[in-house]
């Protein structure tokens, strides 16, 4: 209901430098919008070797705005939309690890690499534009002992990216891509309450396309092949979950959920410079489906909330576009969950702590094909994860708070023939070109991929308040 406008702005090394502005704007007693905005640039944090430029520069541009509107007392009407756009090198070349006892293959085509480091060489431009745009209208009805909601979100993304995979000052292979993304989405559902109990019911369906169109393959500095590439998806699902009071203390809840997905290839061909067409795919598809479930009981203790919780979902399978009829089957977890939530000390301090326990099935493993430089996706049978979590907050005064947070995990494939396994020094790579290939390899009792066994974080707020109103805020962190 009041005119609002904030800004700031940040300056770092490297030149670094990030503007930010939001602004909320009423227009009556039912109307009013938003709209916020960031501006962001850096210099790069190395340098590229072959050109003396700087590399891993930064650059983009965001902004959001929303519009709500009340047209009734039950009716709430949101409309929000963005655009974001980027234009830099970032990430786009890479340094060798010489710690993996990879000797790398450039080397011994002439090339230079580099170890270790933020510099880089390169015998391709480096590019990474990207232009994103979306925007969804929600709308929420009041209507008997509930609310009705409906989303409905779209959003667009095209990309041009041309990198250096190989990462040396002589020109080897590489790649550029046309990539384009279409994304379309609708929610329906109603949730409420009937004395004890609250519920949800609903649905979703969405569509979505993700093409290279088309992928370039240069050799030396000769374009090789003209790959199209394109995936759809359609997807939808019916859900539905209920809390029911036993007593003034114990409560449980109850769901279900209903998914359905299907992966096509619509499209796989690759043509050589002439037009000549070397690959022709038939397009295919495949149909999965899921029920998964959800049971959850919870105790109240009066300052704190003991809880048990079962739970087990489903992630889709998938196609590899570059590969003809090659689906991955889809992943699923069962999860199992016993976990302590309490407020102390008149609220000024509060500790969470959890112990879990999470098996799955299928579990889907990126990796890179050394001899094609493709990423590739691969199915984990069996793996499973257990831990414990815990979170402490004291808040002893209303300017000052203290947070540690504390992560113990353990992780296995338990059943698990990888066929992306890096074996460095002993294949290869190309002809009389030594260095990491990949191997078919037992990796069951090796840890899951990003998943560190201890995990530390802590943060110190503190705020200086003045008479006018306005406050000095500082705060420090470790991870």
Not at 82 to 106: K, L, V
Not at 222 to 247: C, M
Request: hydrophobic letters at 35%; one cysteine or more; proline letters at 5%.
């Amino acid at each position: 209901k009041d005119f609002v406008a904030e800004g700031d702005f940040t300056y770092g090394n490297f030149d670094a430098k990030l503007g930010r502005v939001y602004i909320s704007v009423p227009l009556g007693d039912n109307l009013a919008f938003n709209v916020a905005g960031a501006i962001s640039s850096r210099d790069g944090y190395g340098t590229n070797l072959t050109t003396g430029e700087d590399y891993n520069r930064e650059n983009y541009k965001y902004i959001r705005g929303k519009l709500r509107w009340n047209p009734t007392d039950t009716l709430e009407v949101l409309l929000s939309g963005y655009y974001f756009r980027r234009n830099d090198d970032s990430n786009m070349a890479y340094t060798y690890d010489p710690r993996w006892g990879s000797i790398p293959a450039p080397t011994a085509l002439g090339g230079n690499v580099s170890l270790l480091s933020h510099d880089v060489y390169t015998a391709y431009p480096l590019i990474n534009r990207i232009r994103d745009y979306g925007g969804n209208l929600r709308l929420n009805l009041e209507a008997g002992p509930g609310t009705l909601t409906s989303i409905t979100a779209f959003q667009r993304a095209k990309a041009f990216i041309g990198p250096d995979f190989v990462s040396t000052d002589v020109p080897i292979c590489d790649f550029q891509a046309d990539d384009t993304g279409r994304n379309f989405s609708q929610d329906l559902y109603y949730s409420g309450d009937l004395g004890d109990a609250s519920f949800v019911v609903g649905g979703t369906y969405a569509k979505a396309s993700a093409r290279f169109d088309p992928l370039l393959v240069l050799l030396g500095t000769t374009p090789a092949t003209n790959s199209f590439q394109y995936v759809d998806t359609e997807a939808f699902a019916a859900y539905g979950e209920l809390t029911y009071k036993l007593s003034d203390r114990l409560s449980v809840t109850g769901g279900v959920r209903y998914s359905n997905e299907k992966k096509t290839q619509d499209r796989l061909d690759t043509f050589l410079p002439d037009g000549t067409q070397i690959v022709s795919t038939p397009r295919s598809s495949r149909r999965w489906d899921n029920v998964s479930f959800k049971a959850l009981a919870q105790y109240d203790l009066g300052d704190a909330m003991v809880y048990a919780k079962f739970e087990s979902g489903f992630k889709s399978g998938s196609v590899i576009a570059a590969e003809p009829g090659l689906y991955v089957e889809p992943e699923t977890i069962d999860s199992w969950e016993v976990g302590l939530k309490s407020e102390l000390l008149d609220r000024t301090l509060r500790f969470n702590v959890a112990g879990f326990y999470y098996t799955y099935k299928n579990v889907q493993v990126q990796y890179t094909d050394t001899t094609t430089g493709q990423a590739l996706v691969e199915s984990a049978d069996k793996a499973r994860i257990w831990g414990v979590e815990a979170q402490l907050t004291a808040a002893p005064s209303d300017n000052f708070t203290f947070n540690l947070g504390f992560n113990y995990l353990n992780s296995r494939y338990v059943d698990f023939i990888s066929s992306g396994a890096f074996v460095p020094n002993t294949i290869l790579v190309g002809p009389g070109v030594p260095g990491n290939g990949n191997v078919t390899l037992d990796v069951a009792g090796n840890d899951l991929v990003r998943s560190p066994p201890i995990t530390i974080s802590t943060d110190v707020n503190w705020k200086v308040p003045f008479a006018d109103g306005s406050s000095l805020n500082s705060s420090a962190s470790l991870y």
